[in-house]
């Protein structure tokens, strides 16, 4: 049983570009979530998406979007790239049942992204 | 969001327990303890989860108090492989599923 995967593992863009992230998630999962991890500190929670829609939102501007597939897969954009937002790109993905149900969320090994 | 306190690093001997604690005074009564934990440049891999009671599971123990303010994930024989960052997270339940909150972590170093 495969587990997340995410493309590509590292990445290297110049200030202003754009960049695709590609997320699968774990068989069996319908929800996808999204976290940018700067060096040294924890993952910050950017979006999430469920049944093709976008249900929450960080503290991120609207240079972050994303999209879900039918078949559950997830882009994160990210255009005109600041040198800030070199991080860790992690999809977490998780089943829902309902808002009260526990669902552990997993999590890909993430695309290391550098902005020069 | 319930925020989490956690001391910032602690060391452990190999074959010893360890005992990470975690302080989140302002839980809501729906809200689960979750914890995870970071080895080096690899993904989050979750550990457990409880709400009340105390919960095990082959990796860890969860040891919750009464009034749920706090609670301590204990690795009962820690091994060199358990050196990691761990997170003690309070889930919060948004529209469809959860989101966490990812606070500084505990970095645990085990040593020989």
């Known amino acids: 049983d495969a587990g997340v995967t995410q493309s590509p593992t590292h990445l290297i863009k110049t200030r202003g570009q754009q960049v695709t992230l590609r997320c699968s998630p774990k068989?069996?999962?319908?929800?996808v979530s999204w976290y940018q991890q700067a060096l040294g500190q924890g993952p910050q929670f950017i979006f999430q998406?469920?049944?093709?829609?976008?249900?929450q939102r960080g503290n991120f501007p609207d240079r972050f979007s994303g999209h879900q597939f039918p078949n559950y897969s997830s882009e994160l954009n990210v255009n005109a790239l600041w040198l800030g937002d070199s991080a860790l790109y992690l999809c977490a993905s998780s089943l829902f049942v309902n808002p009260e149900m526990n669902t552990e969320a997993f999590f890909g090994q993430g695309t290391r992204l550098t902005v020069v | 969001d319930a925020k989490t306190t956690q001391p910032p690093s602690m060391d452990c001997a190999e074959g010893r327990a360890a005992n990470l604690p975690c302080n989140h005074s302002t839980i809501s009564g729906n809200e689960y303890v979750y914890w995870y934990r970071q080895i080096h440049s690899q993904g989050p891999q979750y550990i457990i989860h409880g709400l009340k009671n105390n919960e095990t599971n082959e990796m860890a123990s969860l040891i919750i108090t009464e009034d749920r303010k706090s609670s301590t994930l204990i690795l009962p024989h820690a091994t060199l492989r358990d050196t990691a960052v761990y997170y003690c997270i309070v889930r919060v339940v948004i529209a469809a599923g959860n989101k966490l909150t990812f606070g500084g972590g505990t970095r645990v170093l085990v040593k020989p």
């Open positions: 068989s069996g999962h319908d929800t």
């Open positions: 998406y469920y049944e093709e829609e976008e249900r």
